[in-house]
């Protein structure tokens, strides 16, 4: 479904003033019906789970170094730092993502790195010419191609994810970049693989998605539940997920 766009000053409901609470349910109702229509609804449970399982414990680029093997994210706090070498300033951008995470994620504690603190996520904003230039230098590749619009790299070990860093570009349409934007974040959390059977997510490269869809917080949100420690296998993780997807869909309300 598309959603109508109203004038700056006109409300698709003038007449009534909302508390709060309402408000926000309103909100959330109209940026649900504005997603694609296999977007909008949820699979059961058990799909959720294979979902999960589908992102979480297997790896989009695999070789010597990705092991898709166990559960890989954050165990401390995420601190994001942005470098825009980019036509077009995106911090403020990403700087509003990272805050809805913070906000929507129970479990990760992620925010902009201040001054002088050290950042251990780095979301590089790229024009399209600059693209290939950064990619060599991330993956200390200097004669390499970087494949996409838009890529994550993260180093990890068992004990966790130590670094990512996103690469987005940004001269191509707000369209294209916030779609990066939130596919490459999200990815370099934790959930490393693609999933083509979720039309849902933007975990799927055939989706047309841009937005932080509430498949999407389900996944992030039960990764970051503190029962799924880094380093765990799929077989030590299966029989908690039931329980934490429970509770990370009574948090969501969905």
């Known amino acids: 479904m598309t959603a109508r766009a109203f004038p700056a000053r006109f409300s698709p409901f003038p007449l009534f003033r909302a508390r709060p609470a309402v408000a926000a349910a309103l909100a959330l109702l109209l940026a649900f019906l504005a997603l694609p229509a296999g977007a909008q609804s949820l699979p059961n449970d058990a799909g959720l789970i294979r979902g999960f399982e589908a992102v979480v414990f ?3 680029i695999t070789g010597a170094f990705s092991d898709s093997s166990y ?3 954050f165990a401390g706090p995420v601190r994001v730092r942005v470098e825009n070498p980019a036509e077009i300033d995106r911090k403020a951008a990403v700087a509003g993502f990272v805050r809805q995470l913070n906000r929507d994620v129970d479990g990760l504690d992620i925010a902009m790195a201040g001054r002088g603190e050290a950042a251990n996520f780095v979301v590089h904003v ?5 693209y290939q230039r950064v990619g060599r230098q991330v993956y200390h590749r200097p004669f390499g191609h970087t494949p996409g619009n838009c890529i994550v790299r993260s180093s990890y070990g068992r004990g966790g994810i130590t670094r990512s860093d996103a690469i987005v570009v940004s001269d191509e349409g707000d369209r ?3 779609r990066c934007l939130i ?4 990815q370099g959390l934790g959930p490393l693989n693609e999933n083509t059977d ?3 997510s933007v975990f799927n490269d055939t989706s047309r998605l841009t937005n932080f869809t509430p498949y ?3 996944i992030v949100n039960m990764l970051y539940d503190e029962r799924l420690r880094p380093g765990m296998s799929l ?6 997920l039931p329980a934490v997807l429970k509770d990370a869909k009574r948090r969501l309300r969905l």
């Open 58 to 60: 297997g790896a989009e």
């Open 216 to 218: 999407d917080r389900l």
């Open 126 to 130: 790229v024009d399209r010419d600059d």
């Open 176 to 178: 294209l970049f916030r």
């Open 183 to 186: 596919e490459e974040v999200l």
């Open 235 to 240: 077989e030590e993780a299966r029989p908690l």
């Open 198 to 200: 979720a039309p849902q």
């Open 71 to 73: 559960l890989k994210k």
